[in-house]
């Protein structure tokens, strides 16, 4: 509900746009494929995938974030070296928006760093990400594979405050000699994604965005959050037997509105299948955050 003074930066993944003033933009959503136990991937040390099914769960997405005029991406989850080619491919042949790489393992990200420039489709690929503990060579490896976006996450685990998590952004805090933002300039990654890290609830959740607010007036660059991320870890679900859980869906999908409400430029929201509530309650959020700052422009 805000004009920021600082010119927001914006830049192109994939035909998607990312970064700007609210209203001016709408907010991109981003949802994960291929994470663990997902259905529609039949061997995951292979990368072998239903295609008929990820396909229809892609189209879906994308159609509905055409028709609601929202941006869509996907996050391709891989776990093994070996299924990094056929996972990529797969999707790369499916989906027409940015691809965004993750893993719990940095060889394995690396090597879809390699698949990525082999398939043509580095443009497309945002790394996530890069962080206080990213050794030099992970940073590195970026601009070797002709990527230069990425996810860059502020997380001190020993600082969660607004401060802490500006603080590396800036100048490394407690952790670094240098900023974060300036590593990533250093590193040629020219299309950043700032992430004010919105781990579990009892993590701080709440001064993440409060930190996105002030990153976007301090840098003008896109800024975004997982904050779905805190739903399943806020007390009461963690309480909640089977029948109570079916709830959680709807707190999840508020997720995406509070963080679209304090600025976020892009918001990871979960599941592929989660897609269409998603885009809706994004597309809603867009609408009335325009009607309520029409008059400052």
Not at 27 to 51: A, C, E, N, Q
Not at 100 to 120: F, H, N, Q, W, Y
Request: net charge negative; hydrophobic share 40%; glycine share 8%.
């Amino acid at each position: 509900m805000f004009r920021f003074q600082k010119d927001q930066l914006s830049f192109e993944v994939s035909g998607t746009m990312f970064g700007g003033q609210p209203r001016r933009r709408s907010s991109v959503l981003i949802g994960s494929v291929f994470y663990p136990d997902h259905s529609m991937v039949l061997d995951r040390k292979t990368g072998k995938v239903d295609i008929e099914k990820l396909e229809k769960k892609v189209s879906r997405a994308e159609t509905c974030a055409r028709e609601l005029e929202q941006g869509h991406g996907c996050m391709a989850y891989l776990d093994h070296e070996d299924a990094v080619h056929g996972l990529l491919s797969t999707l790369s042949d499916v989906s027409s928006g940015p691809i965004l790489i993750d893993s719990p393992d940095t060889s394995v990200k690396l090597r879809a760093l390699k698949e990525a420039e082999s398939m043509g489709i580095s443009s497309r690929v945002i790394y996530n990400s890069l962080h206080g503990g990213s050794p030099p060579e992970e940073w590195s490896s970026l601009a070797e594979h002709g990527v230069d976006s990425a996810v860059v996450m502020a997380f001190d685990s020993g600082d969660l405050s607004v401060k802490g998590r500006i603080y590396i952004l800036d100048n490394g805090g407690r952790l670094l000699r240098k900023g974060l933002i300036e590593m990533a300039e250093e590193n040629e990654i020219r299309r950043p994604l700032i992430d004010l890290a919105a781990t579990s609830f009892d993590q701080s959740a709440g001064s993440a965005l409060r930190a996105l607010t002030v990153a976007k007036a301090k840098w003008g660059l896109p800024a975004g959050m997982a904050l779905h991320n805190t739903v399943e870890t806020w007390p009461p679900f963690t309480e909640m037997d089977d029948d109570g859980k079916k709830l959680f869906r709807y707190v999840d999908t508020a997720a995406v509105t509070v963080a679209m409400m304090s600025g976020a430029d892009w918001v990871m929201y979960g599941a592929l299948e989660s897609s269409q509530r998603a885009l809706h309650a994004a597309a809603f959020t867009s609408g009335v955050m325009a009607q309520a700052v029409e008059d400052i422009w």
